[in-house]
């Protein structure tokens, strides 16, 4: 079931009424249930899959707290064998079957390993990754093993973060199901904000966005270097906006009915270094490979070398997580090679920087930062979005032709030869960018977002009308999917 949706909004409805309606002693039934219908809404089948990681996990949780020395181990191995066993069949299989397919080509050409039909459940990495931050918590003792069977379910499946997260922690979520929550004007009217406020980045900028990214990264080869780095530039926005969106409205879901959930975005668009684009962006994934792989590496308290080392490794992962496919490990590696290559030049940088002078200048070294920042991540994203790593390399070469065309135009004061889409739509997707940027800088300059409430009334309505508005006449309702689903 999308949040971009009629049947959503009615499902939303329903739910937080009967939630609110109910004694409190049946009220994680109700979640319970009202999460499986939202996950079954796609491939009602695999909530059996879902089911039995759900029962492992559980069980898993309470024998590792009950064990004591090794035993705890082999409770957790079973717990995390079960759970990336599940994710690397569904997720990889096929994946590994072609590759391995292309080296028995040239080894044994008569023998191949089939391929399966497979269609991946959906949200299946991020519930995943929940389940198993559970087990590991219990296992290191910040957490006790949670003894109600539903009440667990719930919190691996809870319906608002189920398919697209964020990826919580039990320490965060779990004791708010045992609690009581009462209808709030402050819940209710944080929630709502926050589910329109996600609702205006995904229907009026992401999916209007889509409306020219698509076309231009489906056909790379039918357009010039200008047309390629302006949607590789609005996928950028494109990708933000809905993820970002769908975390907004998650939150805002959960919000309403009394639940605080972790939040995943954090302006990651001013970020003046790729290390601080990675605190801001997708911050409960981001975290939990800090809290899990980084950490279980040696983290920082390894020599330089091999820091580094745990640096790039984890990004390489965090990019096979995203995806089966070589562009989502080149983009990974890309990161990860971006953070190693900082870390090992963070002094002739500075040298640099002091000897321009840059540095005198804090506007202006901030700016040129950010700015740095977000070209070393949209050239990276260029392979996220690419169809194929060939793709990709043709669009990134293609675009060395950029300081030709525009000279063409400063010649002959004319855009045709640029191939460009509709002027009008990128007009449009670049006002856009700019309104959405200037929210982002007005957000953390003044903090609207928490003042918003001791703002006067006239004021607060105009806003919400306005939003109603926007949402009406320029959201885009072709039901597109939110990006991260197929992860």
Not at 197 to 225: E, S
Not at 337 to 343: D, E, I, P, R, T
Not at 428 to 438: A, P, W
């Amino acid at each position: 079931m999308l949040f971009n949706s009629f049947e959503f909004l009615i499902f939303f409805f329903v739910v937080t009424l009967l939630y609110f309606i109910l004694p409190h002693k049946f009220r994680w039934f109700l979640l319970l249930i009202a999460s499986c219908i939202f996950y079954m809404y796609a491939i009602p089948v695999y909530i059996v899959i879902l089911l039995f990681t759900i029962v492992i996990d559980y069980f898993a949780g309470i024998m590792i707290e009950n064990a004591v020395g090794p035993t705890r181990k082999w409770f957790l191995v079973l717990s995390l064998v079960a759970n990336i066993g599940i994710l690397a069949f569904f997720k990889y299989y096929n994946f590994l079957a072609e590759n391995l397919n292309l080296l028995l080509h040239i080894a044994a050409p008569a023998h191949n390993i089939p391929l399966l039909n497979i269609i991946l459940p959906i949200g299946l990495s991020f519930h995943t990754f929940q389940a198993m931050s559970y087990t590991i918590e219990v296992y290191r003792g910040n957490h006790k093993a949670e003894r109600h069977f539903g009440i667990y379910a719930l919190y691996v499946m809870f319906y608002p973060q189920l398919v697209a997260g964020p990826i919580e922690r039990p320490q965060n979520v779990l004791y708010q199901f045992h609690e009581k929550h009462k209808l709030e004007y402050n819940n209710l009217a944080v929630g709502i904000r926050l589910m329109l406020w996600g609702m205006i980045k995904k229907v009026v900028v992401a999916d209007r966005l889509a409306l020219i990214t698509d076309p231009i990264f489906d056909h790379p080869h039918n357009h010039t270097g200008v047309t390629l780095a302006i949607g590789a530039i609005f996928f950028a926005f494109q990708i933000y906006c809905d993820f970002s969106g769908y975390s907004d409205i998650a939150l805002g879901a959960a919000r309403v009915m009394g639940f605080n959930l972790m939040v995943n975005f954090n302006h990651p668009y001013l970020a003046t270094t790729i290390s601080d684009f990675w605190r801001r962006w997708h911050i409960s994934l981001s975290t939990w490979f800090r809290d899990y792989l980084y950490i279980s590496l040696g983290g920082n308290r390894v020599s330089f070398i091999r820091k580094n080392f745990n640096l790039f490794f984890v990004f390489l992962i965090s990019g096979l997580w995203h995806g089966a496919n070589w562009t989502f490990i080149i983009w990974g590696a890309l990161h990860g090679f971006y953070l190693v290559f900082a870390s090992l030049t963070i002094s002739v940088r500075q040298k640099i920087n002091d000897f321009i002078g840059l540095t005198k200048i804090p506007v202006l070294y901030k700016l040129s930062q950010q700015m740095i920042t977000f070209v070393l991540v949209t050239l990276a994203w260029v392979f996220f979005r690419a169809n194929t790593v060939k793709d990709a390399g043709s669009i990134l070469y293609a675009m060395h032709t950029i300081p030709e065309e525009l000279l063409g135009v400063i010649k002959t004061h004319r855009l045709t030869g640029l191939h460009l889409p509709s002027l009008i739509a990128i007009i449009y997707g670049v006002l856009l960018i700019i309104v959405l940027q200037l929210a982002s800088i007005i957000e953390v300059r003044y903090n609207f977002s928490q003042n918003f409430s001791s703002k006067p009334a006239v004021f607060r309505w105009s806003i919400y009308y306005l939003v109603l508005f926007i949402l009406f006449y320029w959201g885009v309702y072709d039901q597109h999917r939110f990006i991260y689903f197929q992860f």
